[in-house]
C-alpha cells in the first residue's frame, strides 16, 4: 500500500495526469479504514479529528522515511480533501435521507458514520452546493476552500501545499469565504421566499 | 461580470476601514455596472457577518463516533471480505452472529468430514497487526489446550487466503447466563447449582494455564439439553497462556477499548498493571457475575461506568466498595427509579423487583461468598475457582462456608440450622435442666445477636446512604469536570499532532484549570513544555503533578530529577528523590536503572551512592546470571571492584553500523567466579512486580518493542530507533500513543510474541555503553573516582551512541576529584565542544529534540563541572534562549486564529 501511493505520488510529480484519478480511491478507502477502525476502537469518549484522521492516514500511506523528503504531499492532502469531503456529504445525505424516510424507510448508515446534528446536515449540504459552483468558477479557490476546511490545515499550510504565498493565501480565503456565504445565503433566500 | 474584477474590488474594499470610504471606492471601482457593485456589497456584507459555517470546523468534536456500539446489535455492519455465503476453509458463511473490537463470529456450516454447523471466528480485514495476530495465536492455543464440557469445544484452526486466523468452534446456541436466569424463574439452589459449573469451567482453564480475562455474562452461555440447562463459556478472545508476556502496558491499554465492559473487570486489570494479570482476575469477574445473578444489578452502575471516564472508571473499580448483594437489594427500586427511561435501566428495575420479591432477602452467607470473590485486594479472595464452587456447594448443604473467618458462634449457628430437628427432639428428650438452660441461653444469645446485627447493618445502611449521597455529588460534579478536561487534552493531543502548539497549549491550561486537583493534565502540560523546551515551566507542572500525588514509579518519569536539577528546584528533588528510594531502603532488588540515574543527578550527602554503584555494578553484568539465588548480601565480600571486574575487551561493540540486539544483551564474558552469583543473587530473587516495573520503564528510555520480542512478530520498528524519541511510550492512556503517535501499528508488536516463562527476567534492556555510563555517575557520587572514568571512557567510545559524549563533563568532575586539574581541564574543554554541537543542533521545532533527558542530563553535567573547575557558572547559551523565545511565539502565533 505504501509504495503504492508513493509511486503515484512519484507518477503525478512527474506530470501524469492519470496518476490523480487512482490517487483519490485509495485515500478515500484509507479513511473510511481508518475512520471505522478508530471508532470501534476507541469508543471510551475519545474524540476523532477529520485532521488527525488525515494526518494519519498520510503516515500510513506515504511512510516514515519518504514523509520528510516528499514533497507531493500537496497532492496528497488534495486528495485526502477531497475524500474527507465526500465522506461527510455521503454521511449528511444519508442522515438527510434517515430523516426524511423517518421509521418506515430506514437508510443504512454505515458503521463509520459521522454523527452529524441535523444543524450540520444542512450546513454542510448547503455548503457542498456552494463549493461545487465556486469550482466552476474558480477551480483553485475551491481547492483552497477544501484544503482549509476538510483537512483543518492553517493558511501556512495550506499556502505552503498550493505554492503560493500565505499573503496570497489569506486573501484568496477572504475572498473564497465571503463568496460561500453569499450564495448559501442567496439560495435559502430563494427557498424561503 | 468579470470574476477577477469582482474579485479584486472586493479585496481592495477589504482594506479600506469604514462603511463610507468602501462604498466611495466601489462607486469610482464599479463605474457605471450596477450589478458589478452589488454583488461585491453582498460579498463585503457577506464578509462581515459572523455565522459563516466556514469558520466552525468541519465537524463537531466527537461527531465521529460508532453508531453501533453493541458487538451483538442488528446494525449493519462494516464494510468487509467476508460475505454471506463465501467460505473461509471447508467452512460456510451462513450467519453473523457477532463483532468484536477485531473479531467476526459466524455461524458456519461444516461439510467435511462431518456435516455440522460450527462457530468461526475470524480476525477482521484490515486489522490484521502484527499484534493482532499474536492475540488471534495465543486464542487459539489457549483454546485448544481446554477440554471440558461447560467449554465451548475448538474445532479446527486456520489461515485464510488473505492471511487472516480464523478457528472454529462449538457453536453455543445460548442466553447469558444472567438473562437465562432472570427469564427463567430459576430457583436460588438452581441458579447456584448452575454457576458453580460456570466455577469449575473456569477452574478447569486454569488448571491448564489459561485465563480468560474476560469473564461476563455474555461469554456464559446456558442452552437447554433437554430440560437441564447447561452453561457454556465461550470466546476467549483475550485469553492468555499464564506466563506469557502477552501484554505490556501499551498495548493493554490499546486493548482496553477492545475488551469492552469494564464492568467485570478487576481492579488490577483496570489499574494498566497488564502484566499482573492471574487467576484471581477471573475470580473477580465470577464474583461480579454472581453478585448480578443474586441482585440482578452489577455491583458498579453501568451507565456511570460506560460515561465515566477511563481514569475515572480505573478509580471506581479500584476503590469504590459496592454494597453488599442484600444491601443492594434494599435499595435497589429507590436507587433505579431515577434513572427510568432508558430501556435497559427499565429492564433492571423490572428485574430486581421481581428478584427481591422472589428472596425478600439473600442469605448473609452469599453476601459473604460474593464479597470475598470480589475481594479488591486478590489475596484475599478466593484461591481457586474451585474454591468458590466448594463454598457455594457447603452453602447450599448449610454447611460453614469459609468465606468468612469462622467464629464459634457462627459455626454453631450454621450446625445448629443443619440439625435444627436433632437439636430439638434431643432436648425434649434428654430433659434435662442444664441442658434445656443451656439450649435456650443459646437460642436466646442467637436471637439477640441477629437482631443486633440486623439493628447494625441497619443504621450502617442509613448513615453510608446519607454519606453516599454527599459523595455521589462530589463524585458526580468531578466526573463531570473530568469528563470535560478529558475531551479538552484529547482536543489538545490532537493539536499537537498537528503541531498547533498554541491551541494544545491552551487545551491543556484550560483543562489545568478545570481539575487542578488531577495530576495528569499537569504532566500532560509538563510534556508539551518539555518539547517546546521550556524548561521552567514543564518543571513547574510536573512539581505540581508530584504534589498531587502523581505515582512516580512509571516511565514518564524518567528525566523529571535532572530537569528539577537543572532548574534547581531541589525541594521537588529532593521529594521525587525520597519517594523513589523510600521502597528500595529494605528491598534492594527495587533498585533499577532509572531509579539509579534520578538518583545520581546532583551529590546529596543524603543518599547512599555507594549502594547504588554496587547495584549498578551489580545490574550491569546481570544479564549473563538469569535466575541466581544466593545467600549473600547485596554486595559480595569482594566486591565489584576486584581487578578481575575489570571492563574486559568483550563487552566493546562488534564493528556492525547498526546495534544488534547480541551487542546490546551480552555482557561481558568473563570467568565466573565464586563470589558473582552471591552479589548478584538477591537482584533476582523477586521477579513479580519489579519486572513489569522496570519493564514500563524501558518504554521510556527509547527501547523499542520488538526489542523484548526478538522471537516475536513484529518486524523492525520503524520509528524510534534504539536511540530514538520514545520518551512518551510508556506513558499510557487509552488508544495508546505510541512513538511520538506516529508508529505504524505493529511496529510494537514484538512484545506479544515473547516466548514462554523462560524470557522473563528482572533485568531492563538498556544499551550497554547507558548502562555503563549511569554506573559511572553512580560511582562518581559514590567517591569512586578512578573506577566511574573506566565506565565513562567505555561508554563514551561506543560509536553507535550519539550521545556519546554526554560523558566528558562526568568526566572532567572525576579528574578534578582526583586532583588531575590538566586533565579535568581538557574534559572540560571537550564538554564545552559536546554543549556547543549540542546547542547549535538545537532547533525550535518543538519535535526536534530526540532525548530530551539527555539534553538537560548534558547542561546539569555541564554546570557542576563548569562550577567546580572554574569556580564559575558557565554562561547561558544564547542559542537556547533564542529556541525557548520562539517557543514562546510559537505559542502565541498559532493561539491567534488566522483571522
Not at chain 1, 19 to 34: F, G, I, K, M, T
Not at chain 2, 173 to 192: D, M
Not at chain 2, 277 to 290: K, N
Request: a negative charge; one cysteine or more; aromatic letters at 6%.
Amino acid at each position: 500500500m505504501t509504495s503504492n501511493v508513493t509511486q503515484i505520488l512519484s507518477a503525478i510529480e512527474a506530470g501524469d495526469r492519470q496518476a490523480a484519478n487512482q490517487l483519490l480511491p485509495l485515500v478515500y478507502d484509507e479513511l473510511r479504514r481508518l475512520a471505522s477502525q478508530k471508532m470501534t476502537q476507541e469508543k471510551a469518549g475519545l474524540t476523532l479529528q477529520p485532521t488527525a484522521l488525515v494526518h494519519e492516514a498520510f503516515l500510513r500511506l506515504v511512510g516514515e522515511q519518504d514523509q520528510r523528503k516528499w514533497d507531493g504531499r500537496g497532492h496528497f492532502f488534495a486528495a485526502a480533501a477531497e475524500a474527507m469531503r465526500r465522506i461527510l456529504i455521503d454521511s449528511a445525505r444519508r442522515r438527510n435521507a434517515e430523516k426524511r424516510g423517518g421509521g418506515m424507510l430506514r437508510c443504512e448508515l454505515k458503521d463509520d458514520d459521522v454523527a452529524l446534528e441535523a444543524v450540520d446536515c444542512e450546513t454542510l449540504l448547503s455548503l457542498d452546493e456552494a463549493l461545487t459552483k465556486l469550482a466552476q468558477e474558480d477551480a483553485d479557490l475551491a481547492k483552497l476552500v477544501e484544503l482549509r476546511y476538510f483537512t483543518g490545515l492553517t493558511i501556512e499550510e495550506t499556502a505552503e501545499i498550493l505554492g503560493v504565498s500565505s499573503r496570497t493565501t489569506k486573501r484568496n480565503w477572504a475572498y473564497a469565504r465571503a463568496w460561500l456565504k453569499r450564495a448559501i445565503d442567496s439560495r435559502s433566500d430563494e427557498s424561503e421566499n | 461580470m468579470s470574476q477577477s474584477a469582482e474579485k479584486s474590488i472586493f479585496l481592495t474594499a477589504l482594506e479600506l476601514e469604514g462603511v463610507e470610504a468602501r462604498e466611495h471606492y466601489l462607486h469610482s471601482a464599479c463605474g457605471e455596472d450596477a450589478s458589478l457593485r452589488d454583488s461585491v456589497r453582498a460579498l463585503l456584507l457577506a464578509h462581515d457577518q459572523t455565522l459563516n459555517p466556514l469558520d466552525e470546523p468541519v465537524v463537531k468534536e466527537g461527531a465521529f463516533k460508532l453508531e453501533s456500539l453493541d458487538a451483538t446489535s442488528e446494525a449493519s455492519p462494516a464494510e468487509s471480505a467476508d460475505e454471506i455465503g463465501d467460505t473461509i476453509g471447508s467452512y460456510r458463511l451462513m450467519e453473523r452472529i457477532g463483532e468484536g473490537g477485531f473479531g467476526l463470529v459466524y455461524a458456519a456450516f461444516q461439510e467435511q468430514p462431518v456435516r455440522r454447523k460450527v462457530a468461526l471466528k475470524v480476525i477482521k480485514p484490515g486489522t490484521g497487526s502484527a499484534e493482532v495476530l499474536a492475540r488471534f495465536a495465543a486464542e487459539r492455543q489457549a483454546i485448544a489446550m481446554m477440554d471440558h464440557p461447560n467449554i465451548a469445544q475448538v474445532f479446527d484452526a486456520g489461515v485464510t487466503a488473505d492471511a487472516r486466523p480464523y478457528f472454529v468452534m462449538e457453536l453455543v446456541r445460548g442466553v447469558p447466563i444472567t438473562e437465562f436466569c432472570q427469564r427463567s424463574g430459576l430457583s436460588l439452589q438452581q441458579k447456584l447449582d448452575l454457576f458453580a459449573d460456570v466455577c469449575g469451567a473456569v477452574h478447569h482453564a486454569h488448571q491448564k494455564g489459561v485465563i480468560h480475562r474476560d469473564l461476563k455474562p455474555s461469554n456464559v452461555l446456558v442452552t437447554l439439553h433437554d430440560t437441564k440447562p447447561v452453561a457454556k463459556v465461550i470466546d476467549f478472545g483475550v485469553a492468555k497462556a499464564m506466563g506469557q508476556n502477552l501484554t505490556d502496558q501499551t498495548v493493554y491499554t490499546r486493548l482496553y477499548s477492545m475488551i469492552g465492559t469494564p464492568l467485570y473487570m478487576s481492579p488490577e486489570q483496570a489499574s494498566m498493571s497488564g502484566l499482573d494479570i492471574d487467576t484471581r482476575s477471573d475470580i473477580y469477574s465470577l464474583g461480579v457475575m454472581l453478585y448480578e445473578l443474586l441482585t440482578g444489578t452489577t455491583p458498579f452502575d453501568r451507565k456511570r461506568l460506560d460515561t465515566a471516564g477511563y481514569d475515572e472508571m480505573r478509580r471506581i473499580i479500584q476503590e469504590e466498595d459496592p454494597p453488599k448483594p442484600s444491601v443492594r437489594l434494599t435499595t435497589i427500586d429507590k436507587r433505579r427509579m431515577p434513572t427510568l427511561g432508558d430501556h435497559e435501566s427499565k429492564s433492571h428495575v423490572v428485574e430486581a423487583e421481581r428478584a427481591s420479591r422472589r428472596q425478600h432477602s439473600i442469605p448473609s452467607d452469599l453476601d459473604w461468598i460474593v464479597m470475598k470473590a470480589m475481594e479488591k485486594d486478590r489475596v484475599r479472595r478466593y484461591e481457586s475457582a474451585a474454591g468458590m464452587a466448594a463454598d457455594l456447594r457447603r452453602f447450599m448443604s448449610q454447611e460453614p462456608i469459609e468465606a468468612r473467618p469462622p467464629s464459634p458462634t457462627y459455626r454453631l449457628a450454621k450446625f445448629a440450622r443443619r440439625h435444627r430437628l436433632v437439636i430439638a427432639t434431643a432436648v425434649l428428650m434428654t430433659l434435662t435442666l442444664l441442658i434445656g438452660s443451656v439450649a435456650s441461653l443459646y437460642q436466646a444469645s442467637v436471637a439477640i445477636n441477629e437482631r443486633n446485627k440486623k439493628e447494625d447493618a441497619l443504621q450502617d445502611a442509613i448513615k453510608s446512604k446519607n454519606e453516599a449521597t454527599v459523595a455521589r455529588l462530589e463524585v458526580e460534579q468531578f466526573t463531570g469536570r473530568l469528563k470535560d478536561a478529558n475531551a479538552l487534552i484529547g482536543a489538545a493531543r490532537n493539536d499537537e499532532e498537528a503541531e498547533r502548539w498554541g491551541a494544545a497549549f491552551d487545551g491543556y491550561s484550560q483543562a489545568v484549570e478545570l481539575v487542578p486537583n488531577y495530576y495528569l493534565v499537569w504532566v500532560q502540560r509538563a510534556k508539551l513544555m518539555i518539547d517546546l523546551k521550556l524548561w521552567d515551566d514543564a518543571a513547574s507542572d510536573y512539581s505540581n503533578a508530584i504534589q498531587l500525588g502523581a505515582p512516580l514509579d512509571g516511565p514518564q518519569w524518567q528525566g523529571i530529577p535532572a530537569l528539577f536539577a537543572w532548574t534547581q528546584r531541589w525541594d521537588d528533588l529532593a521529594a521525587i528523590r525520597s519517594t523513589v528510594l523510600k521502597p528500595t531502603l529494605d528491598d534492594p532488588d527495587a533498585i533499577t536503572w532509572s531509579l539509579i540515574r534520578s538518583c545520581v543527578v546532583t551529590a546529596d550527602e543524603q543518599i547512599d551512592f555507594g549502594r547504588l554503584a554496587n547495584r549498578a555494578e551489580a545490574l550491569l553484568i546481570a544479564p549473563n546470571v538469569r535466575g541466581g539465588r544466593g545467600p549473600g548480601g547485596p554486595s559480595g565480600p569482594g566486591g565489584p571492584s576486584g581487578p578481575g571486574d575489570r571492563l574486559g575487551p568483550g563487552d566493546r561493540l562488534g564493528p556492525g553500523g547498526i546495534y544488534s540486539q547480541d551487542a546490546f544483551d551480552r555482557a561481558p564474558p568473563r570467568p565466573p567466579r565464586s563470589e558473582q552469583p552471591e552479589s548478584i543473587g538477591p537482584g533476582l530473587t523477586d521477579q513479580g512486580p519489579k519486572t513489569e516495573r522496570e519493564r514500563s520503564a524501558n518504554a521510556g528510555l527509547g527501547i523499542p518493542g520488538n526489542e523484548l520480542g526478538r522471537d516475536g512478530l513484529g518486524g523492525r520498528p520503524e520509528s524510534g530507533g534504539r536511540f530514538g524519541r520514545n520518551d512518551r511510550g510508556g506513558f499510557s492512556t487509552p488508544g495508546g500513543r505510541g512513538p511520538g503517535g506516529r508508529g505504524r501499528p505493529g511496529s510494537r508488536g514484538g512484545l506479544i510474541g515473547r516466548g514462554g516463562p523462560g524470557e522473563r527476567s528482572g533485568i531492563e534492556f538498556l544499551p550497554m555503553a547507558i548502562k555503563r555510563y549511569v554506573t559511572g555517575w553512580a560511582q562518581l557520587r559514590a567517591g569512586n573516582f578512578e573506577r566511574a572514568i573506566e565506565h565513562f571512557q567505555l561508554a563514551g567510545q561506543d560509536r553507535q551512541w550519539p550521545d556519546a559524549d554526554l560523558v566528558h563533563g562526568l568526566v572532567a568532575i572525576a579528574q578534578h576529584k582526583l586532583g588531575h586539574e590538566e586533565l579535568a581541564l581538557e574534559s572540560l574543554g571537550r564538554a564545552d565542544q559536546a554543549i556547543d554541537r549540542a546547542m547549535s543542533q538545537l532547533e525550535p521545532d518543538p519535535k526536534s529534540l530526540r532525548l530530551w533527558f539527555d539534553f538537560v542530563e548534558r547542561l546539569l553535567v555541564h554546570r557542576e563541572a563548569t562550577q567546580l573547575i572554574t569556580g564559575s557558572l558557565p554562561r547561558v547559551d544564547a542559542r537556547m534562549i533564542a529556541v525557548q523565545q520562539d517557543s514562546r511565539a510559537l505559542l502565541e502565533a498559532a493561539a491567534s486564529p488566522p483571522f
